[in-house]
């Protein structure tokens, strides 16, 4: 999923839940999904490169994450 304009993140965002754990979003959903700004993101939580620009996180470790649970490692 490549999310070009705020639609579509939205859109991620309302499915968030019906993704399974091996799913990866991308940094601007994780923000919008856990009320943090892109830049937070980046700097706090674990990161799996999607292609040699982008960067995205897995949805099992956002979920666990908000759990206050210690994510696995992939």
């Known amino acids: 999923m490549a999310p070009d ?12 839940d ?3 754990d091996d799913a990866v979003v ?4 994780t ?8 830049r937070t993101v980046r700097r706090i939580y674990p990161s799996v490169q999607l292609s040699p620009n982008r ?3 897995r949805v ?3 979920r666990a994450m908000s ?3 210690k ?4």
């Open 55 to 57: 960067k995205g996180q």
């Open 5 to 16: 304009d705020k639609d579509d993140i939205a859109e991620i965002v309302r499915r968030f």
């Open 26 to 29: 991308p940094t601007r959903v």
């Open 71 to 74: 994510p696995a490692s992939p």
């Open 31 to 38: 923000a919008a999904v856990h009320g943090v700004s892109p």
């Open 67 to 69: 759990r206050n649970e």
């Open 18 to 20: 019906q993704l399974p």
């Open 60 to 62: 099992g470790t956002l």
